[in-house]
């Protein structure tokens, strides 16, 4: 017989299972009560969108954009499909006339409201028709979720809301990033978003409180936290050219990758990791002493209300971060065990993206935290541990007493407590073991004379302790614990 092929999960992505699937749902919990004290509310986001979005807000020169994305053509497949990819690629070929009579009165029969104005094809050739079917709209898996909530507020009018937005996510993103500890092609962030009239300093300080508030409720300890600033459209485009300037000087020492960047993005030069060139780096001119007076003025602070709120933090001239909407505030968390995949967050401000988006002028900030990091770091600190899935097992003997199994089953779990009841008959001493191997803290025993007596036998598998309840003192003293 032909071998089968055993199918694998692909290159870069993870199946999370239990135990650690639990671990990861307390985290996103931890994260969903410390944002809700925050006044955050959750958002949910596709995870694909077209990839345009993508390429507008990260920028198209970035790895994520230029290197990193899943992208997929959506080819027309229905006849509306096929319509809107026709009428977008050919406008010309479109006019827009009243409604034709006929059309008026069938609408009119059913009760439907009448269109005002009906479309009428002109001319369509074949080449146009075959045109339109390969057409297709871009469309990418999304690499990060920023984008997405700003796509979201300027869709539904969120600048009319009360307040500023405060919105948070949990969810998968995809990168084509090369594999290794860390760093995966499906990977989970929790992220958070704050949009509104005010860039005031204090928001950005409260968003960092609270990312540590989170931190600190998980147990996730030893991080450091970096902060600079990157300045806004006044300075920034004067400290890249002065940048851009030095770095031609010393081209000819860089490495390729950071040749080309003095082009494309010299900013990302000053992420390079290539020991040869951190000498080289320490030289160049910080952005720090460029800024405007603005920028200045918002940074000291920044700076100012993290103290007031007992933030320690460590300034890093080179954190550019590698996405292109930031601007002013910009800031990473890193935390221990993990290698050289060691930032678990990265944040910042990113005014203008909204605007740059087609909506109005509006401030926002935010971050993501990389939960696939922050799992294997609470595991290297010992923090995760595997807790039981069942209180109690419910031993039945004898095929009369599965019905008073099954009931006493249902009225536990109405209560909230989490039984394993064998769907077989199975023997004494193996349905005990099963207990014990399942972590259950109790077992239940029913045998006939306890049917008929309505009274249960409940032991404490720790110390062996038996006593004999009822179905209502058994459900009172298991919701105790
Ligand atoms: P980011 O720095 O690209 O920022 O990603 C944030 C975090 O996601 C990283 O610090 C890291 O923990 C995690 N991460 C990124 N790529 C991977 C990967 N391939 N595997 C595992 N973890 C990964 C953003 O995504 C921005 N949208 C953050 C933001 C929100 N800025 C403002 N608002």
Avoid at 256 to 264: C, G, K, L, P, V
Avoid at 375 to 393: N, Q, R, T, Y
Avoid at 432 to 452: F, M, P, Q, S, T
């Amino acid at each position: 017989m032909a071998e089968i092929k055993q199918i694998r999960a692909i290159k870069g992505v993870r199946d999370i299972l239990p135990p650690a699937s639990a671990a990861w749902n307390r985290v996103e919990q931890a994260a969903r009560e410390v944002f809700a004290t925050y006044a955050l509310s959750e958002i949910r986001l596709p995870e694909f969108e077209e990839t345009e979005l993508f390429a507008r807000s990260i920028g198209e020169d970035t790895d994520v954009v230029s290197k990193e994305m899943f992208t997929f053509r959506n080819l027309a497949e229905t006849s509306e499909e096929l319509f809107a990819a026709i009428t977008k690629l050919f406008p010309d070929q479109f006019v827009k006339e009243p409604t034709p009579e006929p059309i008026r009165s069938f609408h009119a029969e059913l009760g439907e409201t009448v269109p005002e104005k009906g479309m009428r094809r002109i001319s369509l050739t074949m080449p146009m028709l075959a045109e339109a079917m390969a057409h297709g709209e871009l469309l990418s898996l999304r690499p990060e979720a920023t984008a997405s909530v700003v796509r979201a507020y300027i869709e539904h009018g969120m600048q009319t809301l009360a307040g500023d937005v405060k919105l948070y996510y949990i969810g998968p993103m995809f990168r084509r990033e090369r594999p290794q500890k860390g760093r995966y092609r499906q990977f989970y962030q929790i992220g958070a978003e704050v949009l509104g009239q005010s860039d005031a300093p204090g928001i950005d300080a409260e968003l960092i409180e609270m990312l540590f508030a989170f931190f600190g409720r998980i147990g996730l300890e030893g991080l450091t936290l970096d902060l600079n600033s990157i300045g806004c459209k006044e300075c920034r485009p004067k400290y890249v050219e002065l940048l851009r300037a030095a770095l031609r000087k010393v081209s000819p020492k860089l490495g390729a990758d950071s040749q080309r960047r003095i082009e494309t993005n010299p900013l990302r030069v000053l992420d390079s990791k290539l020991p040869e060139e951190q000498s080289i780096i320490e030289g160049l001119p910080r952005i720090s002493e460029h800024l405007c007076e603005d920028c200045k003025v918002h940074f000291a602070e920044v700076r100012r209300q993290l103290d007031l709120r007992g933030i320690a933090y460590k300034l890093n001239w080179r954190l550019v971060r590698g996405l292109d909407y930031y601007m002013r505030t910009t800031f990473e968390i890193t935390a221990p065990g993990l290698g050289s995949q060691n930032a678990v967050c990265g944040g910042g401000r990113y005014d203008g993206l909204v605007e740059l988006l087609g909506g109005p002028p509006t401030k926002g900030i935010g971050f993501a935290i990389g939960e696939d990091r922050v799992m294997l770091s609470l595991e290297a600190a010992g923090k995760i541990v595997a807790e039981p899935v069942v209180d109690a097992f419910i031993v039945w003997m004898g095929a009369a007493t599965q019905p008073a199994a099954i009931k006493l089953a249902q009225r536990l779990r109405g209560a909230g407590i989490r039984v394993e009841v064998p769907p077989a008959e199975t023997k004494f001493k193996k349905a005990l073991g099963l207990a014990d191997k399942l972590g259950a803290r109790y077992a239940i025993l029913i045998g006939e004379n306890e049917v008929v007596a309505g009274k249960f036998t409940l032991k404490r598998l720790a110390d062996a302790v038996q006593t004999s309840l009822t179905e209502a003192e058994l459900v009172a003293e298991l919701s105790k614990n």
